[in-house]
């Protein structure tokens, strides 16, 4: 884990399926480095010294159980802590090797690059084009807003569904709908990461396998995030799974991460114990 | 810690206890028909035949039981990982045990038709023998399974090797019985009982390769070079 | 199996269907109903007596009387005085309050950061809206109609003319207008927020395009409510020297010299004609400027009701 610092900024991530030990340069292999992060809420230490590399065109999945702080990693991705007044993060995470909570680093460009799905659909309360149209509008896009509603719709598999009402309200859809209208929001300004915060734990099982199988679809151009609740989920959509629990040696509920593997690994044969015992429901 | 799956889990150990009975049933029907066959003062009576094939039927009971509640688990409980494995490896050792149960209703219907043929002590000998390794095997294999012992488990390879090598004997032993010809045919059936104590053996190997993968999650064949050789010298 | 079924029905349905008299519940539900009967009563009563005041001059005058203005003499004295005066004050409060209490809420509600001094602004706040209105009156005096004809808008009056009247009415509704906006903005989800953020907006660009349109329909609900206050205040125009008698512009007066000049309001003049006890004034004049009042209030809240609605219908 040494420091890469010629790695270019708008390096893309590297081809899927391209054995990872092997990749020369590792900003390629890695979209997201994460090196001894910590979090703070005020006096509370809600995580605790994670390493976490993260691949390109993959899906990660965060799991484990409530409040071992996998929301709160997810959301030191793309500074959304900072919203947070008394969060604070200490440690490294590298984002095609530039560090995101660098001096420079400007967080409105951080989040237009790595986007965000919602545990709750959560589109704006206008029509269905403002809510697609929004995010590139203030980050000054130049082209053809038509257009690029349109291409975001058809990617995030709405576009059949609502061609036809883009002017009508964004509320007037169901809440599998919702959600991949804020997918298609997410993916409107372009950033090659999205995080997804238990996009599926408000949704019916249907709509819920359908933003699975949408999340499959997407992995070709995206780097994908997820953190969820349902473990079969996770075992489902997942290429690598991070399991988090609560140090249960620490004075504070703080969480750790367990073990970072091939799902098809860690749902087989995980090598922690306390993996093993939280799948299986052998954990309280 | 808390068991936050209770009734899956119970529903694991049930299946687990069935087999370990399964495992019981197969094995003490196996003594039972070989005692049959090679005890000469014996003469297999059709009574206990059908006594055999009645628990035989008690196994097959049991095993689609076990088939069943397993499709259910499986669809309803969607186990992971050692849970996963165990499924697995009790599906496995489920279809080993009823046909070492169906080996045993065998060699007590192979002792009713030759009861009037005459033997040869020598490959009674062996055939006790290899039905008292072939038991030992079961034992050792099932215990392996119910107390999670991967050493235990690792010692079935080499008691299999004697099942082989008497097996091997055999084929000499009954080419002797050439100048009688009554004898020759109880031979012959001798042979195939020794080819089911051979197979018998090696579906407790099986089940040993099962509790090893059930407990490293590596599934691998133990000995893979010493493929069973009827013909072996 | 036939038998027991029926068994199980008969005992549900002896369980289901018993009725049982609660007595107790049933004088509550009365009492309250008499509680609020005899309310509604003190209102009708009141209503009554004052529109029977009132309907003599309405019958003798019509519409006249609310289109002349003030007059020493009953025959020909109107309100229309009053109503431009309170309109022009009430213009002048939304002009100062709306802005300063609108930012205010946004401040507190999204920039603020939550300490301990942020909570005691807040709690003041609170504090502020309960002062009788007598205080801002003696507030108004000591400070807008100075601060009023320093600033050259003094007129004749020397500063105690509507700009005065409206900076004291504005600082008695702030804490109100600040209060229900803050309520507004704090009502709109914080997943609104974060989807905002979370396609790169800064805080800014989510109050302006998200949390304040959200949050439009109940902050004008508010303000228009806290309007209509203002428009029925009347003790600190009085300590801040509204003109309580007979005043006239000349007919050539400009348009400044008039607004800077004496001026009254609707209450006022309700307050002023009712002192009068014998006479025409206080019988039957007050009465119908209270009518007025009244109506232009109704006005405002039906009109408060319909900005809404239609607001929250344009997003």
Do not use: K, Q, T, W
């Given at each position: 884990m040494d420091v890469i610092d010629s790695a270019d900024p708008a390096a893309r991530a590297a081809t899927p399926g391209e054995s990872a030990a092997t990749a020369p340069d590792e900003a390629e292999t890695f979209v997201l480095r994460v090196e001894g992060l910590n979090a703070f809420y005020g006096d509370f230490q809600a995580v605790a010294e994670v390493d976490l590399d993260i691949r390109g065109n993959e899906i990660t999945a965060l799991i484990g159980p409530s409040g071992c702080g996998k929301s709160t990693v997810l959301r030191c991705f793309n500074r959304?802590?900072?919203?947070?007044?008394v969060a604070r993060v200490e440690g490294s995470v590298r984002y095609h090797g530039v560090?995101?909570?660098?001096?420079?680093?400007?967080a409105v460009e951080v989040r237009r690059r790595i986007g965000m799905v919602f545990q709750k659909p959560n589109p704006f309360p206008k029509s269905i084009y403002d809510n697609i149209a929004f995010g590139p509008k203030i980050a000054g896009y130049q082209g053809n807003m038509d257009d690029l509603v349109e291409e975001s719709l058809i990617k995030a598999a709405l576009w059949t569904e609502v061609n036809d009402k883009l002017?009508?309200?964004?509320?007037?859809?169901?809440g599998g709908q919702q959600q991949r209208l804020c997918i298609a929001r997410a993916i409107a300004t372009s950033p090659d990461v999205l995080l997804m915060d238990e996009p599926c734990s408000a949704l019916d099982p249907i709509a819920t396998l359908r933003i699975e199988e949408l999340m499959t679809e997407l992995k070709r151009d995206y780097t994908i995030i997820i953190v969820t609740h349902n473990m079969q989920q996770a075992a489902r959509v997942s290429d690598r799974t991070a399991f988090f629990t609560v140090d249960a040696e620490r004075e504070q509920r703080t969480g750790v991460l367990v073990e970072f593997g091939e799902t098809a690994t860690m749902f087989t044969r995980p090598t922690q114990q306390k993996t093993e015992d939280y799948i299986t429901g052998r954990f309280g | 810690m808390t068991q936050v799956r209770r009734r899956f889990h119970e529903e694991l150990e049930d299946l687990e206890r069935d087999l370990m009975a399964m495992g019981e049933m197969a094995e003490s029907m196996l003594g039972e028909a070989i005692d049959i066959l090679v005890n000469p003062e014996h003469p297999a009576k059709k009574a206990e035949i059908e006594a055999l094939v009645d628990r035989d039927d008690a196994v097959d009971d049991l095993y689609l039981s076990i088939e069943r509640r397993w499709h259910e688990v499986m669809a309803m409980q969607t186990p992971v990982a050692v849970d996963l494995r165990l499924m697995s490896a009790m599906l496995h050792i489920n279809a080993h045990l009823e046909r070492m149960a169906d080996v045993a209703v065998n060699i007590a219907k192979t002792a009713r038709k030759v009861r009037r043929l005459p033997t040869s002590d020598v490959i009674l000998g062996y055939i006790r023998e290899m039905g008292d390794v072939a038991r030992h095997m079961i034992r050792t294999a099932m215990e392996s399974f119910a107390t999670r012992n991967h050493e235990l488990a690792t010692q079935l390879p080499d008691m299999d090797d004697d099942v082989d090598r008497l097996n091997g004997r055999m084929y000499r032993e009954v080419r002797k019985c050439d100048e009688d010809s009554e004898l020759l045919e109880w031979g012959i059936r001798m042979m195939v009982i020794s080819r089911h104590l051979e197979r018998v053996g090696d579906h407790a190997v099986d089940i040993a390769e099962q509790v090893a993968f059930l407990l490293t999650g590596v599934f691998r064949e133990f000995n893979e070079d010493t493929s069973p050789d009827v013909d072996d010298d | 199996m036939a038998t027991g079924t029926v068994d199980t029905t008969t005992v549900v349905r002896k369980a289901l269907e018993g009725k049982r008299l609660n007595v107790g519940g049933l004088v509550f539900e009365w009492g309250m109903l008499l509680l609020l009967l005899s309310s509604l009563l003190v209102l009708v009563v009141l209503l009554g007596d004052i529109v029977s005041g009132a309907i003599p001059t309405f019958r003798a005058r019509g519409f006249d009387f609310v289109t002349s203005g003030l007059s020493l003499n009953p025959e020909t004295a109107g309100v229309s005085t009053a109503i431009v005066g309170s309109i022009a004050i009430t213009a002048v409060v939304a002009v100062v309050a709306f802005p300063i209490g609108i930012g205010a809420a946004i401040y507190l509600e999204e920039y603020a950061p939550d300490n301990r001094w942020t909570r005691f602004v807040d709690t003041n706040i609170r504090n502020l809206a309960g002062v009788p209105s007598i205080v801002y009156g003696l507030l108004g005096l000591a400070i807008f109609v100075r601060l009023v004809d320093v600033v050259g808008l003094g007129g004749q009056t020397g500063g105690k003319n509507i700009f005065s009247a409206g900076l004291t009415l504005a600082v008695l509704v702030l804490p109100i207008i600040i209060i229900t906006s803050a309520e507004a903005i704090r009502a709109v989800p914080n997943s609104i927020r974060e989807a905002g953020v979370g396609v790169g907006a800064t805080p800014w660009e989510v109050v302006r395009h998200h949390v304040l349109p959200s949050a439009a329909p109940g902050i004008l609900t508010g303000t228009v409510l806290t309007l209509a206050r203002a428009f029925g205040e009347t003790a600190p125009l009085i300590v801040i020297g509204v003109a309580t008698g007979f005043f006239g512009a000349a007919a050539d007066a400009t348009v400044l010299e008039r607004a800077t000049g004496p001026y009254t309001a609707l209450p006022v003049v309700v307050f002023s004609w009712s002192r009068q006890s014998v006479g025409a004034f206080g019988d039957t004049l007050a009465p119908a400027a209270i009518v007025v009042l009244l109506f232009v209030l109704f006005v405002a809240n039906a009109g408060a009701i319909i900005l809404r609605n239609r607001y929250e219908k344009t997003w």
């Open positions: 959304m802590n900072d919203l947070i007044e560090d995101l909570y660098g001096p420079n680093v400007d002017r009508e309200s964004a509320f007037a859809l169901s | - | -």
